[in-house]
């Protein structure tokens, strides 16, 4: 089962349930954006390092995203956060070093494609503390609401890497891909005031042979009844072992995008 028939059938299983528990309190969000982001990272094994940027021709590019989230009233049932990221990419390099990538040797001209799927499902649940109106300078202001999350992120990595010789008298023709489920603590904090919503959260985990840090932080802004503009940066890695590359991956910066509730 590849990651886009994944996502649809956990879509379908959401949409399913907030049928079944209609009766109760759930509010859905749905969201879509775009990420602008910056790439590091870098191939290892005992031949040496191959560096993304420096030698391997990639920079910035551009994501995009979808997620749903389920909120409910439930005791002692988790909020339900379901969200993908898929980034494609090629590149062309014409190298200054031997580079050995899955076992084959490149030292000229290499074309190369990058695919990159993040699968995210949150569960989590909420503690809310609400917030007092005070007096300040003759004017009466309220402090806002502030909520804590604690919870697990499950999250599957596929991330697959072709490379291929461009020179007519050689041949070479290399994958590395990686296929992760990792489990992560998740920890978020929101401050609500108003039309505003302010957002962190973190999660982070280390295995013997995967690890993994997604961190979020941004400002949702509901400009219109049900609709709300969402600003943030993003930060993402994974560092893991295949066969004799240990591949390390990281993407950060400024995602946009739109968020419907109802």
Do not use: C
């Amino acid at each position: 089962m590849n990651i886009k028939t994944l996502f649809l059938t956990m879509l379908f299983i959401l949409a399913s349930s907030s049928e079944i528990f209609a009766e109760k309190t759930i509010k859905t969000k749905i969201e879509a954006g775009l990420f602008s982001a910056n790439m590091k990272g870098d191939i290892s094994n005992l031949k040496g390092k191959s560096d993304f940027n420096d030698d391997l021709g990639y920079s910035d590019f551009y994501a995009s995203y979808f997620s749903v989230e389920l909120e409910h009233n439930y005791d002692y049932i988790p909020n339900v956060y379901l969200g993908l990221f898929n980034m494609k990419q090629g590149e062309d390099a014409i190298l200054t070093k031997e580079v050995e990538i899955a076992e084959s040797l490149y030292s000229a001209d290499i074309t190369s494609k990058m695919d990159y799927y993040v699968l995210n499902l949150l569960l989590y649940s909420d503690l809310m503390l609400k917030g007092n109106t005070i007096s300040a300078f003759g004017k009466r202001f309220y402090t806002g609401d502030v909520e804590f999350d604690i919870g697990v992120d499950v999250k599957y990595i596929n991330w697959q890497y072709q490379v291929i010789n461009k020179e007519p008298l050689k041949s070479g023709n290399s994958w590395i891909r990686v296929n992760e489920f990792i489990p992560l603590p998740y920890l978020g904090i929101k401050y609500y005031r108003y039309k505003l919503m302010v957002y962190a959260n973190v999660s982070a985990l280390s295995f013997q042979d995967a690890k993994s840090i997604s961190a979020e932080a941004g400002i949702d802004y509901r400009f219109v009844d049900g609709l709300f503009l969402s600003v943030g940066y993003m930060y993402e890695n994974f560092d893991v072992i295949e066969d004799d590359d240990t591949v390390y991956f990281q993407t950060d910066g400024i995602k946009l995008g739109f968020k419907y509730a109802f």
